[in-house]
């Protein structure tokens, strides 16, 4: 089997136009979240969202302005976890690189502007004489959910298997559990692994909102709005964003002397096959511990763990649940914190951002907390490092969890790496 090391993060999100201000956003304890833009707050005037930090499109070159949000997100996030890892375009081994995305719902501002263009040239008068099924014809290749993993594998001259997984929450860390695999068993050296999703738009925050698990504003600070395991806590907001992950056997990285972010030490997967939205405990404790027995680790010996933390009554008891499951008697002395709390819920993307904070709190020991955690749920019992961070905190090891809707659960282990 092959060592598997993290070489490269790149980040765009609410809380930052890069990896760095993304993990110092995370550390402020202070969330991104904000009342909806007018074209969706008109229909939906109590919906809040995460947007993100920066504009994808400014960032990149002009050829890119067409493409969707979401692909957009992707490369901006790519751009920098490969320029992070000091790898050029086409490389000597490109057929030994390969590309793993997740996403949850490609190319939803896509479906969204043709669904409008449609309705609005059928029904305004002044656009009689105009036909309403002439749409751009790149549609299609804009709006499909591999256009991110197909763009970078183009732009990068990576000859790798180009997968893309949509497995709802879990989506990113689905794909960063697959190219793990992928090289660890030989299948591949290297890999880059993004997860990115844009859905804020009219026509899927719709459908969120009648899914009945969005946060409902604060009146005070509409910021405090998402409350994972909190007593007070109503839902989750959504946010958009992307990040990126490259991977590398160690051989490779070794060969030409990377800096090493972090040892991706395991994959843990399970299905709960119950139920479309409702957590099961058993398969979550599944995940975690297939993570721990695969790295060769106690409970003890991890430090730190990003929960999945939604901030829906069921969702954060059966995760605090099955942590304690897990961990036993190590789980009082376990920092736990949702940063959902402060960047949202990116849906596909919320794995693999996750993920990169807990590879970004290993390298520096500070913690981000769990913001607004004032009163806590009391079937809530963790150490949910509440409102505030904690730094000069030793960490030899990371977990982090995405369970997603539809019942695949993920869990994800990293610890320091010694050469």
Known sequence: MNKVLITGLGAISPLGADSRSTFAGALSGRSAICAAPAEIGKWLPQVLVAPAAAEPEP?????????????????????????????????????????????????????????????????????????????HPLTVPRMMSNAAAALVSMGYGLHGPSNTYSVAC??????????????????LDAAIVLGTEAMLTPGTMIAWN?????????PLDPASSCRPFSRSRTGFVLGEGAAALVLESEARASRRQAKVVAELSAYGCSSDAEHLTAPSVAEQVNAMQQALDMAGLSPAQVQYLNAHGTATDAGDVVETQSIRKVFG???????????????????????????????????????????????????????????????????????????????????LLARRYAA
């Open 210 to 218: 009648a899914l009945r698990v969005m946060a409902k504003p604060d």
């Open 170 to 187: 879990a989506s990113s860390a689905v794909a960063i559990g697959e190219a793990f695999r992928a090289i660890r068993h030989g299948y």
């Open 59 to 135: 960032l990149l070159d002009r050829k890119y302005a067409g493409i969707d949000r979401a692909t957009q997100f992707a490369l901006v996030a790519t751009r920098e976890a490969m320029s992070a890892a000091g790898i050029a375009a086409a490389p000597e081994d490109s057929r030994r690189f390969g590309v793993f995305a997740g996403i949850g719902f490609g190319g939803a501002h896509s479906i969204d502007a043709l669904y409008s263009r449609f309705y609005q040239t059928l029904l305004d008068p002044a656009l009689a004489h105009k036909n309403p099924t002439i749409m």
């Open 329 to 411: 008697d190590a789980a009082d002395r376990l920092m736990v914190s949702s940063t959902k709390s402060m960047h949202g819920h990116l849906i596909g993307a919320s794995g693999i951002l996750e993920f990169m904070i807990s590879l970004m709190a290993l390298q520096s020991g500070s913690v981000p907390p769990t913001a607004y955690l004032d009163d806590p749920d009391p079937r809530c019992d963790l150490d949910f490092v509440p409102r505030v961070a904690r730094h000069a905190c030793p960490i030899d090891a990371v977990m982090s969890n995405s369970f997603a809707f539809g019942g695949s659960n993920v869990s």
